[in-house]
């Protein structure tokens, strides 16, 4: 059984100084009043607002509001671009489904960078309004004004504000598209109450007979209003060039709202030359929320496309992969994706950048990373049997630095090789760790094995602030066994070092994990094998989807795999990815759209 609650009336005034006060830390799904005094109110002690909570406590329903909130859902800053959405959930006028058709829809927003706000907003009653056919749009204008007003401090871009309703939110959503210039109650600044788009889902538009959903009509109008105030409040009669623009959803077998509705706005719009997108599914029905079922699910997704497109949400990062081709004599290779699993070249995948340094001039195993310093350090294999690497930096991975060689094995005379170099950053000592893998001739004799022609590595390491001054090398990991290619990334508050176990007997040819606290170890005992049966080298690792997935070389099969953190361990995941024909060991970066945008321009003008 449902169980309801009073919710005693608090002054607004000092409520709504108290909540700004802490706004800052513990404003989430706190309600914020809208007004210090209700316009038009009328006192009633006979009125009193119940909310219907389902079996686990959560607010289903609200009737008889009193005093209309905001409820602030804020999303990560990271993700956002100051957009912001204002929610009207529906319930014809007479109650608020708010949270299928608010908070649920406020944690959709959210998950794709866009705050939102859940309107609690007065329903049309005689006993508290002196006029109840304009108390839902008066507080639909104060909260699109609110949240303006506020602006700067929630972080908000003032022109990227909407207004999104559910059936008859839906309703009110239109209303404050085309009435937001109505003067329905005095406003205590000049701040405007026009939304700067709408998204209308399944919306109750139109009070005219034959179209309009009746229970919205009678409680928003009466049982008989005058033909006047019928045609004010059609909301497809009222649109003019200033409208928003808007998305509207709707299914074709709505038995409760006709899908007319939608329809006529979205001509309306279209006759006044207004922006607008309208998805029509074949069934869904009447309140199906993000979606219950069939293709009325996929509205969601399709309307997260219309709001980046619209540029209200902040275009996804893009990820950048380089790498070598052949021996790597012609120099640094870049491809792109847009998901992680499908890639392709960039200038028509010739060079980047030529080598000059090191003793073959080679740029084999090119690792970039973006530091704490905004620009772009590139570590790379120079030659098979040199003891140094090169370096250089870079603004955008089109235009470099001077390159450099790094002598980072010259003081070990029995040094044969500086294979695979990375760089790591450590942002509390804001200090660039530099990696390789290293065979020094009579160490570790117990691995050394004459199948791998002398070869036996370790992996050691420098520090640098600026990559001018270096500390001296120093051992990083020694698991017992010949080892390459390790490659390390922070993940959740530790460090995770994946290497390639390089034993060729008994073979193992496979890549492995090891854990540290600190960025310069102790690394712990290598895992068992992350990768499958095939021969694997180069890890480079990226979060995606709040998964980590590990690209790999496959080297003897000519082509490149990948692995995927799950709760059950690592799925391989190589079917579903696709590199360039002739990829070589390389490295993941994320890079924003604008820097995608600019190697795409490169690739176009060379």
């Known amino acids: 059984?449902?169980?309801?609650?009073?919710?005693?009336?608090?002054?607004?005034?000092?409520?709504?100084?108290?909540?700004?006060?802490?706004?800052?830390?513990?404003?989430?799904?706190?309600?914020?009043?809208?007004?210090?005094?209700?316009p038009?109110?009328?006192?009633?002690?006979?009125?009193?607002?119940?909310?219907?909570?389902?079996?686990?406590?959560?607010?289903?329903?609200?009737?008889?509001?009193?005093?209309?909130?905001?409820?602030?859902?804020?999303?990560d800053p990271e993700k956002s671009n100051g957009s912001a959405v204002i929610i009207c959930p529906g319930g014809a006028y007479g109650m608020l489904a708010i949270n299928k058709e608010g908070f649920k829809v406020a944690e959709w927003l959210n998950s794709i960078g866009i705050h939102a706000f859940v309107l609690k907003y007065r329903l049309p009653n005689d006993l508290i309004m002196k006029n109840k056919t304009v108390a839902p749009l008066q507080d639909a204008q104060e909260a699109m004004r609110m949240v303006r007003r506020n602006s700067i401090?929630?972080?908000?871009?003032?022109?990227?504000?909407?207004?999104?309703?559910?059936?008859?939110?839906?309703?009110?959503?239109?209303?404050?598209?085309?009435?937001?210039?109505?003067?329905?109650?005095?406003?205590?600044?000049?701040?405007?109450?026009?939304?700067?788009?709408?998204?209308?889902?399944?919306?109750?538009?139109?009070?005219?007979?034959?179209?309009?959903?009746?229970?919205?009509?009678?409680?928003?109008?009466?049982?008989?209003?005058?033909?006047?105030?019928?045609?004010?409040?059609?909301?497809?009669?009222?649109?003019?060039?200033?409208?928003?623009k808007a998305f509207l959803v709707q299914a074709t077998d709505d038995k409760a709202v006709p899908v007319e509705n939608s329809i006529n706005y979205y001509l309306a719009l279209k006759k006044e030359k207004v922006s607008a997108e309208m998805h029509l599914y074949e069934n869904g029905g009447h309140g199906f929320g993000l979606g219950v079922k069939g293709t009325n699910t996929l509205w969601p997704k399709t309307c997260e496309k219309w709001l980046t497109l619209?540029?209200?949400?902040?275009?996804?990062?893009?990820?950048?992969?380089?790498?070598?081709?052949?021996?790597?004599?012609?120099?640094?290779?870049l491809a792109y994706s847009e998901d992680g699993y499908k890639w392709n070249t960039l200038k028509n995948d010739t060079s980047f950048l030529t080598p000059e340094v090191g003793k073959d001039k080679l740029m084999r195993d090119?690792?970039?990373?973006?530091?704490?310093?905004?620009?772009?350090?590139?570590?790379?294999?120079?030659?098979?049997?040199?003891?140094?690497i090169g370096y250089a930096s870079s603004k955008d991975l089109i235009h470099w630095s001077k390159q450099e060689f790094i002598p980072v094995m010259m003081h070990e005379e029995k040094t044969r090789n500086t294979w695979a170099p990375e760089i790591t950053y450590d942002e509390k000592s804001k200090d660039y760790m530099i990696y390789w893998a290293s065979t020094i001739d009579g160490k570790f004799p117990e691995t050394k094995s004459e199948e791998e022609k002398g070869y036996n590595h370790r992996i050691y390491y420098t520090t640098t602030k600026d990559f001018k001054k270096f500390s001296k090398t120093k051992l990083l990991y020694d698991p017992g066994f010949n080892v390459i290619d390790a490659s390390i990334v922070k993940q959740d508050g530790q460090y995770v070092m994946y290497l390639k176990d390089e034993t060729r007997n008994p073979v193992q040819k496979n890549l492995k994990v090891a854990y540290s606290k600190n960025l310069t170890g102790p690394y712990s005992k290598a895992s068992e094998p992350i990768t499958g049966?095939?021969?694997?080298?180069?890890?480079?690792?990226?979060?995606?989807?709040?998964?980590?997935?590990?690209?790999?070389?496959?080297?003897?099969e000519k082509k490149y795999g990948a692995v995927k953190e799950t709760a059950k361990g690592w799925e391989d995941i190589s079917e579903q990815?696709?590199?360039?024909?002739?990829?070589?060991?390389?490295?993941?970066?994320?890079?924003?759209?604008?820097?995608?945008?600019?190697?795409?321009?490169?690739?176009?003008?060379?």
């Open 310 to 333: 619209n540029n209200y949400t902040l275009k996804s990062d893009a990820y950048v992969f380089t790498y070598f081709k052949g021996n790597g004599e012609d120099g640094l290779h």
């Open 366 to 388: 090119p690792c970039v990373i973006k530091g704490g310093d905004g620009l772009y350090h590139m570590v790379w294999t120079v030659s098979w049997t040199d003891k140094g």
């Open 153 to 244: 401090k929630w972080k908000i871009n003032p022109n990227k504000i909407g207004i999104m309703g559910f059936s008859a939110g839906g309703h009110l959503a239109s209303t404050l598209s085309t009435h937001y210039n109505d003067k329905v109650y005095i406003p205590s600044d000049t701040i405007s109450a026009k939304p700067n788009f709408s998204i209308l889902i399944y919306p109750v538009i139109s009070t005219q007979e034959g179209i309009t959903h009746q229970g919205s009509k009678d409680n928003l109008l009466g049982k008989n209003p005058d033909s006047a105030l019928v045609d004010f409040y059609s909301n497809e009669k009222q649109v003019n060039a200033g409208t928003p």
């Open 1 to 38: 059984m449902k169980k309801s609650i009073n919710i005693q009336k608090l002054k607004a005034t000092t409520f709504l100084a108290s909540l700004l006060i802490s706004f800052a830390t513990s404003a989430q799904k706190k309600e914020i009043p809208l007004w210090d005094k209700i």
């Open 577 to 606: 990815i696709s590199f360039p024909v002739g990829t070589r060991h390389g490295s993941v970066i994320k890079v924003s759209s604008e820097e995608l945008n600019n190697l795409k321009k490169e690739a176009t003008n060379n």
């Open 533 to 556: 049966k095939y021969w694997a080298e180069g890890p480079t690792a990226v979060k995606i989807d709040n998964s980590w997935i590990v690209y790999f070389d496959k080297y003897t």
């Open 40 to 75: 038009d109110e009328i006192q009633s002690k006979e009125y009193i607002e119940k909310v219907d909570y389902n079996k686990d406590g959560i607010a289903e329903g609200v009737r008889k509001v009193t005093i209309p909130t905001l409820t602030p859902y804020f999303a």
